[in-house]
């Protein structure tokens, strides 16, 4: 199995789901060893990686593929490895591969620009790669198809979750300790993930904005998220907007799962106005959280939540702004989301990821 690696402490969706894969597959009876890609051109002790190194490089291993396809195989003594992200090559043992999304070929302009004509051609090979697919969502099964030309019988949905911690009672004295730590008063509007286009960020501080002034002072719009490609213009208006006195708080550099958890606790309502998501985790850690959270209605995020939030039509700054202001004031609906959050989150547990993950491995055995 390929380890993330570290980049200034934080890791993003693929190595969350990597780390908690790691965590629960030996409690699913599997023997699990960690490798790493080695990194081409990294200085040393730039990127931290956990695990054993792989044999050689992915461009390495990609090159020599494409000039020899028939008789390449990278040797793994491995019964099955499973590679998490999209960098995927022959192997001696069968492969299982996560695709998280279709998101770089079907919306390039929201992601890194930097040489991403070649990275979805190399994606695109890759994927073929695989023995067999494993997608976070049904959502996503058609636009991996459409996308990468995965065959359908070759997909099993398995859906990403929480750990239980995440269910249980946690130290009040410590959350309220976390809070103030970073000037917070509880009840706030919180968005969770990466700076960037899709994840919808500036539509969300509009709809803030439109909100009367006693309930934007009351309840603070608290962003945590590290900056993330093409967020310049948001960045730029987060300071803005802060520059002008409102009660916006933007924490970038929040690495520990603990704070996070209590950042989650302290908030009022959740707020994932996201334009695509393959799975979208940040909405089941709230759901955990009994907190009532207002979620687009587009891409695999309806599927998530299956009514247990409060939906909108992402590219309506109206429609959010009329959801937060329900969540933050209707008693009723702030009930009816958190018990019904609640509940589904109970459904979706990394513990049963890592379930459904073996039954994965063990059918591509028996094939």
């Known amino acids: 199995m390929i380890e993330p ?30 490798y790493s890609w080695p990194r081409i051109g990294a200085a040393r002790g730039a990127d931290i990686s956990i695990g054993k190194p792989l044999p050689q490089s992915f461009e390495r291993a990609s090159l020599v593929d494409l000039a020899m396809p028939a008789a390449h195989r990278v040797h793994m003594p491995a019964d099955l490895f499973h590679v998490t992200d999209y960098r995927i090559v022959r192997m001696d043992c069968p492969v299982v591969a996560t695709l998280h999304d279709a998101l770089p070929i079907k919306y390039p302009e929201w992601c890194n620009p930097r040489l991403r004509s070649v990275k979805n051609w190399l994606q695109r090979k890759a994927t073929a790669k695989a023995d067999h697919v494993i997608a976070l969502s049904h959502f996503a099964i058609d636009e991996l198809v459409e996308c990468f030309g995965v065959k359908r019988e070759r997909v099993s949905v398995v859906y990403c979750g929480v750990d239980e911690e995440w269910l249980e009672p946690a130290d009040e004295a410590a959350v309220a300790a976390t809070l103030v730590g970073y000037k917070l008063h509880p009840g706030y509007f919180l968005t969770v993930g990466t700076l960037q286009p899709r994840k919808n960020v500036e539509r969300l501080l509009d709809a803030w904005l439109m909100l009367p002034k006693q309930l ?4 603070a719009l608290v962003i945590v998220g590290a900056r993330g490609w093409r967020c310049e213009a948001l960045v730029a208006r987060i300071e803005e907007v802060r520059a002008a006195g ?18 989650y606790l302290g908030a009022g309502v959740f707020a994932f106005p996201s334009l695509y998501e393959g799975f979208g985790i940040p909405v089941v850690e709230a759901f955990a959280s009994r907190v009532p959270v207002v979620a687009s209605n587009a891409s695999s995020l309806p599927e998530v939540t299956r009514g247990a939030a409060l939906e909108v039509d992402p590219h309506d700054t109206g429609a959010l702004a009329d959801a937060l202001r329900i969540l933050a004031g209707d008693a009723r609906e702030r009930a009816r989301c958190i018990a019904a ?7 979706l547990t990394w513990h049963a990821t890592a379930r459904q993950t073996a039954d994965v491995y063990r059918a591509v055995l028996s094939q």
């Open 246 to 263: 409102e009660n916006l708080v933007w924490l970038d550099r929040v690495t520990e799962a603990t704070s996070l958890r209590h950042l």
């Open 216 to 219: 934007r002072d009351e309840r």
């Open 5 to 34: 690696g570290l980049t200034g402490g934080r890791l993003d969706g693929i190595g969350v789901y990597t780390r908690a894969l790691l965590r629960h597959l030996p409690r699913a009876g599997c023997s699990v060893q960690p």
């Open 341 to 347: 959050g609640r509940a589904r989150a109970e459904q």
